[in-house]
Structures are given as structure tokens and as C-alpha cells.
């Protein structure tokens, strides 16, 4: 059983850039979260994606956009990158049961630089 | 809004001993979820224990165990007979119902050969 997959593993892009993350939920889930980690810092929440709609949303600008396809994988889309931007994103993926989750797997994530 | 603090950056302890972690966190409800989370230099977090806020008995998985203080709002990890392998950052986090996770700033566990 594949766990969640994100892609690519490394990134570079120029600020001002945009850049496309994606994901692919472990198999039978269907609640994705996306989460920004600077370095030496804990995960920072950017969204959750359920039944292809944005559910929560986190203190990031709209910049940060996503969606999320009908076979539960995601997208994350950053638009006119800034050196600050440069982070690892994790995606995680749970199943909704009775408006709670399940516990949260999370990928290896993507490295993103900007510079 | 809900926070979670973890005060100790980083700690280093030598092989086969016992390490606790610490952990507080703060909200105004009464139901909710904790999770210790380990990040290896793989950068994959892997989730360690888990602990229901209803529950009053503390969580084991192995040799991995949590004190939870709910008046206290504190929930601190011990990590028995330590190894090599868990050797990693840290993660403690908070989750209500099906939302986000709060997560802490992490500490950094060395265990020494």
C-alpha cells in the first residue's frame, strides 16, 4: 500500500515564479492537508481540501491556492514566489469518519528555494 | 486559538536511557486530539502516540508512553531503553475534531552511542 506521494522532492524557482506541489493521498483517504515548515520550525498549517472543496483555511495569503481532484489527490499552487516562500511543504492525508479524522500520514514532502 | 509550546530545543541523551519530552498546550475545549510526531532527517513525519482528550489513561505504543495532565494542560513524551534510530526532531500536536493540526516548534533529540 503506496502512503502518500509527493512530487517533485526538490524544487528551485526564481522569485516572482509560480509553482505547482502535488500529492497523492494513501489509499483510501480523502482529506488532504497542506502544511509549510521553514527551516528549524514546526509545520504551519495552509489549508485542508475535502470533497474537492477548500474546508479550512490558515493565516496565508492567496497567494497559496489548491485543489483537489476527484480521486482525492491535491495541488498546492504558489503564485509571485518570495525569498520567504523557500520551505519544506508536507502534505498530509486522513479519512473523515463522523466529522472527526483519522490520524494524519504525511509525505516526505517538497523542498522549495527561492531565490 | 489553540497553541502548543515545547520548551526544550534540543536534548541529547546517551543510548539505553530514558528521555521525556515536554510538551503544554492551550485551548478552551474540552474534547480534543494530541500526537507526538518524530521527523528524521527523511523529513517524513511519523506519527509516535496518539491520546484522546476523554481518555484518562495515558497512551503506550512500545517503549514510547505519554504523561497526560489535562488539568494541566501538559502531555510529555517518554521515550524508554532509547536507540539510535530515534534520534529525530520531535513534534507535539494538537488536533480539534477533523481540523488542522497545531503543532509545536519541535525539539531536537540526539542519542548518543
Known amino acids: 500500500d503506496a502512503g502518500v506521494t509527493q512530487s517533485p522532492t526538490h524544487l528551485i524557482k526564481t522569485r516572482g515564479q509560480q509553482v505547482t506541489l502535488r500529492c497523492s493521498p494513501k489509499?483510501?483517504?480523502?482529506?488532504v492537508s497542506w502544511y509549510q515548515q521553514a527551516l528549524g520550525q514546526g509545520p504551519q498549517f495552509i489549508f485542508q481540501?475535502?470533497?474537492?472543496?477548500?474546508?479550512q483555511r490558515g493565516n496565508f495569503p492567496d497567494r497559496f491556492s489548491g485543489h483537489q481532484f476527484p480521486n482525492y489527490s491535491s495541488e498546492l499552487n504558489v503564485n509571485a514566489l518570495l525569498l520567504g516562500d523557500s520551505a519544506l511543504y508536507l502534505c498530509?492525508?486522513?479519512?473523515?469518519?463522523?466529522?472527526?479524522?483519522?490520524?494524519?500520514?504525511f509525505g516526505q514532502g517538497t523542498r522549495l528555494t527561492v531565490v | 486559538a489553540q497553541t502548543v509550546t515545547q520548551s526544550q530545543p534540543e536534548m541529547s541523551v546517551q543510548e539505553a536511557e530514558t528521555v521525556t519530552l515536554s510538551c503544554t498546550y492551550d485551548?478552551?475545549?474540552?474534547?480534543?486530539?494530541l500526537f507526538w510526531y518524530k521527523q528524521p532527517p527523511s523529513r517524513q513525519m511519523i506519527l509516535v502516540i496518539r491520546?484522546?482528550?476523554?481518555?484518562?489513561q495515558n497512551a503506550t505504543e512500545n517503549r514510547f508512553s505519554v504523561n497526560f495532565q489535562k488539568a494541566a494542560k501538559s502531555f510529555s513524551l517518554k521515550i524508554s531503553d532509547s536507540q539510535l534510530g530515534d534520534t529525530a526532531m520531535y513534534f507535539c500536536?494538537?488536533?480539534?475534531?477533523?481540523?488542522?493540526?497545531?503543532f509545536g516548534q519541535g525539539t531536537r533529540l540526539t542519542i548518543n552511542p
Open positions: 498530509a492525508s486522513s479519512l473523515e469518519l463522523r466529522e472527526e479524522n483519522t490520524e494524519a500520514f
Open positions: 485551548t478552551s475545549e474540552n474534547n480534543y486530539y
Open positions: 481540501y475535502y470533497e474537492e472543496e477548500e474546508r
Open positions: 491520546q484522546e482528550a476523554y481518555k484518562q
Open positions: 500536536a494538537f488536533r480539534l475534531g477533523a481540523q488542522k493540526l497545531v
Open positions: 489509499s483510501g483517504h480523502d482529506t
